[in-house]
């Protein structure tokens, strides 16, 4: 399935896991939206976004992950400035 | 009307802007609100939500099972699905029709197993899918909707994610099946977003989009409208504030003439001092602002509380705020205000301990802490606010009474009280601002003179030499270890305990609510009187009379004004938000009485109206130690 979340350009949101970025077209898109143009299979990098775990993986630990959500990267909205209240 | 309504997602992700837009909307359509936040501490991405009543009548709780239930994710609907009731309703996105409900990348493994054993007990498939198919066979009226299809089409051709109006998005939806018109969630958008044009019509545009689009898709206006009556309630719109419980405090130190406040930023205090930095001014006579006052944020809480002392010997009202592990540090400093008996001012929010504990949870387990924090003995007020309004009016009389008998005051709250959003009548406050004893000092001035009131007037520092020691002094404050004065000064200190029990109104000391003959007595303190004065119909009418004392002066104890209540009482029963029910204790210490039950809540979360019923209902079963835990 051509669809963004199999696609090594697309950046689930760091918090809302089924919508995300893709980085090449620069725009918002849904995890299951595609198939489009410049779809390209995901590549073993160094580091990895583990939606499932929500969080970023060294490829030593990928054996944890294996039956995991896992992504080049994860997009942080930046913008957003929802109050988080501390908790110290 | 009096719903339920539980909205979730993943900290950070626009929980806290959903459950404000579904507060500030139903405020404005008339109606009263309460509404908590339950949020994990740091932790972005762990699971959050706002858990709001809406009512007719002013509600000071919340109440499970939950009427509608929104979530922004998955894990909302693992966490919150057994908490709605038949025949209640839950709204979500349609795109998370696939997820797995075991699979939240956030949730406790704890939860976790708490989840696949109900999955198992009822037969659900692991999966939103098969989540939906159990709600609909137990009458629930599940609505997944395509949300980010509807705003990925609003958004085209800009650079908005989708996840940013999806909380909207979500609560624009549950106000439409609960019949509120349009117009009320632009009024809650324009108040939330004030300033941000483009948010607000970003936000407008999805508004228009799910009002539109879930009236077709579901035809929801007869069934649910009807329900839910929101539609009823609209251009019925009385003034009235709609604050957090740290804003409600930060009001009445403002209208009580706080000049000096100091803080260490900690959670759930410091949003207190926020507000008053934000938005205080000073006003003269004539209107105009002459200056605002002081917010320090100190290096800890150890000199926060010493700067406090500091500004309060100077003689303008002062003040510091804090939590549990704050106050431990602030304990020598209350000791050094109890033996020169500075009029300093610790506002005190309680939450779950030992140590850190759960930072952002509600806890009322610090009760006897600050009654006895402090070596030696010395005299203190404690008073223990149970809403908005009276935390409004107890932080004016907190500094009254810290001047007026010239001990240091802790006023006691919550995180249930600090986090806590509700509507409150506009209060109008005519508690004058009483300074007690003040004087200019000069040459003979001695500042801890034995009057017959047990009283030594006051100069403010720079008006007459003075002396300030933590030692025990003679009456110009010099160091003395005489055994005559130390026994006078002792004394002296001491019994303002006395005058202070003689002197506070019994409207101070505790509040009763329900009929005055009664069979049972519920004994609470705190934002738990919430839950237990808004459960009083209900109990009553299970068969019992039942009334309320709500405990406010914690120290010196009022012995003699509540145990004309307790007496006429068959059944003593305590409710409050610790293990041992502290309350309890200093009831049994006072009256050498045992109090007949406790129902104790300790989980972190507030004790809820539905549980104080069924509390009571196990102890006329014959239970006499019933523990809560309901919530999530
Ligand atoms: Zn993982």
Redesign the pocket.
């Known amino acids: 399935m051509k669809v963004c979340k199999e696609c090594r350009w697309w950046r689930p949101d760091a918090v809302l896991i089924y919508v995300g970025e893709c980085e090449r077209k620069q725009i918002s898109t849904k995890e299951l939206d595609g198939p489009c143009e410049v779809f390209a299979k995901k590549v073993e990098s160094e580091f990895m976004w ?4 929500r ?1 970023t ?1 060294h490829k030593s630990e990928a054996k ?2 294996r039956e ?3 992504y080049q990267e994860v997009h942080v909205d930046e913008d957003v400035h929802e109050y988080i209240s501390a908790g110290d | 009307m009096d719903l339920n309504i539980i909205i979730g997602g993943p900290q950070g992700g626009g929980v806290e802007t959903a459950g404000m837009l579904l507060v500030r909307a139903t405020a404005s359509a008339g109606l009263e609100v309460f509404g908590i936040r339950e949020y994990h501490s740091n932790i972005k991405g762990k699971h959050s939500y706002f858990h709001v009543r809406v009512a007719d009548k002013p509600v000071n709780s919340i109440k499970l099972p939950a009427d509608i239930l929104g979530g922004l994710d998955p894990e909302t609907l693992a966490t919150h699905f057994s908490e709605v009731r038949r025949g209640g309703t839950v709204v979500y996105d349609e795109a998370i029709k696939e997820k797995v409900l075991t699979k939240s990348p956030s949730m406790d493994p704890a939860k976790l197993n708490r989840l696949r054993s109900a999955l198992a007990e009822k037969g659900i498939k692991d999966t939103i899918e098969g989540l939906r198919g159990h709600l609909e066979g137990e009458g629930v009226r599940v609505y997944a909707f395509p949300f980010s299809e509807i705003i990925s089409e609003i958004l085209k051709g800009t650079k908005i994610p989708i996840e940013r109006t999806m909380n909207t998005a979500i609560t624009s939806a549950i106000l439409s099946i609960m019949g509120f018109e349009k117009h009320i969630v632009y009024e809650a958008v324009d108040g939330l977003f004030r300033g941000k044009a483009e948010v607000v019509e970003i936000n407008k545009m999805v508004i228009d989009a799910v009002y539109e689009e879930f009236k077709v898709k579901f035809q929801v206006e007869n069934r649910d409208k009807e329900e839910y009556e929101g539609d009823k309630y609209r251009d019925k719109v009385k003034k009235r504030l709609l604050l957090a419980g740290n804003d409600a405090v930060a009001i009445g130190k403002i209208v009580g003439g706080l000049r000096f406040q100091t803080y260490y930023p900690i959670t759930p205090a410091a949003d207190e001092s926020l507000a008053i930095e934000e938005s205080a001014k000073i006003f003269n006579e004539e209107g105009n602002v002459i200056g605002s006052p002081i917010v320090i944020q100190s290096e800890d809480e150890i000199s926060a509380v010493g700067m406090a002392i500091g500004g309060a010997l100077i003689g303008v009202r002062s003040a510091t705020s804090t939590s549990g592990p704050g106050f431990s540090l602030m304990v020598e400093g209350l000791g050094w205000a109890g033996i020169n008996e500075v009029p300093l001012v610790i506002t005190y929010y309680q939450r779950g301990g030992p140590s850190t504990g759960l930072p952002t949870r509600h806890s009322q387990s610090d009760l006897l802490f600050s009654i006895f924090a402090g070596h030696g003995e010395f005299s203190r007020i404690v008073i223990a606010s149970g809403d908005h309004r009276e935390a409004i009016e107890d932080a004016v009389k907190c500094f009254n009474y810290a001047e007026m008998f010239q001990v240091p005051v802790i006023h006691l709250l919550d995180k249930g009280l600090a986090n806590s959003v509700t509507t409150v009548p506009i209060p109008s406050i005519e508690i004058p601002i009483v300074r007690g004893s003040i004087v200019n000092g000069g040459e003979d001035y001695e500042r801890f003179r034995l009057t017959e009131d047990g009283i030594s007037p006051r100069a403010f520092l720079g008006r007459a030499i003075q002396w300030y020691t933590g030692d025990e002094h003679n009456e110009r404050g010099n160091i003395c270890e005489d055994p005559f004065v130390r026994e006078e000064m002792y004394r002296k200190r001491m019994e303002k305990s006395r005058t202070i029990l003689k002197e506070v109104p019994d409207e101070d000391k505790a509040r009763f609510y329900g009929n005055e003959k009664y069979d049972g007595l519920l004994l609470t303190w705190g934002t738990t009187k919430g839950a237990v004065v808004d459960a009083l119909p209900t109990l009553n009418a299970l068969g019992e009379r039942v009334s309320v004392l709500q405990v406010r002066l914690m120290e010196p104890f009022p012995a003699d004004y509540i145990s004309k209540f307790i007496a006429s009482s068959k059944r003593v029963v305590s409710i409050e938000a610790n293990y041992t029910g502290q309350l309890a204790w200093l009831v049994e210490r006072y009256f050498m009485r045992e109090v007949d039950c406790r129902v104790l809540k300790y989980t972190g979360r507030m004790v809820s109206e539905d549980e104080v019923v069924s509390a009571y209902r196990r102890i006329r079963g014959g239970e006499r130690r019933v523990v809560l835990t309901g919530g999530e």
């Open positions: 583990c939606s499932d775990c969080e993986f944890r992950h995991h959500n896992t």
